[in-house]
């Protein structure tokens, strides 16, 4: 089944009657449950493709379909994890409340709590739960708001150079985590890096992007023997 078909998307910004094209002519198909990279330099356009599948930027040309569908608004299946993760955390709630966030209106409390929680331990926080963010370290928030993504059980995990403002060691131990939730629970990931290295370490297929304009050069399935397969 193809989860996300991307046809002919091209993206221009307007700014002070400059215009820049982003995005030309980007084309691609998503199966479900790939975990596919995006990499290319910085101002390749990266961000603008993510953006543009969430929903939260408008193409200017070209075609977003959604499990068939053409897109309509921000999907609800899809969850998005940015770089800033000191940014991503509402200050005045705890752990748990940050983690049941998504899901404490549409579950009884003691659900949304209990699911906070398997979350809080699958990205490996657990006894954390009381603590408020700034509490935490870099790696433990953006843990956190990995599990925020999760809770919900999206469809698509989007995530926009997640660990790029995190320090080596970390980084490694978060991509570990990643790769040991995708085995449990495949879902179709479209990861950004500007890092190769991390996008064949954690993928299924990358697709390498060049600038001016922003379009996709290479498209390479990756078949190495992981730890997940
Ligand atoms: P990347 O994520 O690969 O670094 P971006 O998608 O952020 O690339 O940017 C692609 C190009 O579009 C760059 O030239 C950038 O300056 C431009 N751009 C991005 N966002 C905007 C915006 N809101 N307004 C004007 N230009 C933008
Ligand atoms: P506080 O109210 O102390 O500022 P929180 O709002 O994060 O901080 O939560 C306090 C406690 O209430 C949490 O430790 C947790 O036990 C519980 N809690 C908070 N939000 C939820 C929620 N959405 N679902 C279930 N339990 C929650």
Redesign the pocket.
């Known amino acids: 089944m193809v989860a996300l078909e991307v046809a002919g998307l091209r993206?221009s910004?307007?700014?002070a009657g400059v215009l820049?094209t982003?995005?030309e002519n980007v084309s691609f198909n998503i199966p479900d449950r790939q975990f596919i990279s995006i990499v290319?330099?910085?101002?390749?356009?990266?961000?603008?493709?993510?953006?543009c599948i969430a929903g939260l930027?408008e193409p200017s040309g070209g075609d977003i379909r959604v499990g068939g569908q053409a897109m309509h608004g921000v999907p609800d299946d899809m969850v998005y994890v940015f770089q800033e993760y000191n940014r991503s955390l509402f200050p005045w709630r705890r752990l748990l409340g940050n983690v049941a966030y998504p899901i404490e209106s549409r579950l009884p409390r003691s659900v949304s709590s209990d699911r906070a929680r398997a979350y809080i331990k699958l990205v490996g926080l657990e006894g954390f739960e009381n603590y408020y963010p700034w509490e935490l370290s870099g790696g433990m928030q953006q843990r956190a708001a990995i599990a925020r993504a999760l809770v919900t059980e999206p469809k698509f995990l989007l995530m926009?150079?997640p660990f790029g403002a995190l320090d080596a060691q970390t980084r490694v131990s978060l991509e570990e985590t990643i790769l040991d939730l995708w085995s449990r629970s495949p879902r179709t990931v479209i990861f950004?890096t500007?890092d190769i290295d991390e996008a064949i370490f954690l993928s299924d297929r990358v697709l390498v992007?060049a600038?001016?304009p922003?379009r996709i050069v290479e498209d390479i399935m990756i078949d190495l023997p992981r730890p997940r397969h």
């Open positions: 993206k910004y307007n700014r820049t982003a995005l290319g330099p910085s101002g390749c356009g990266k961000s603008t493709l993510l953006r930027a926009d150079e950004v500007h992007m600038s001016r922003g």
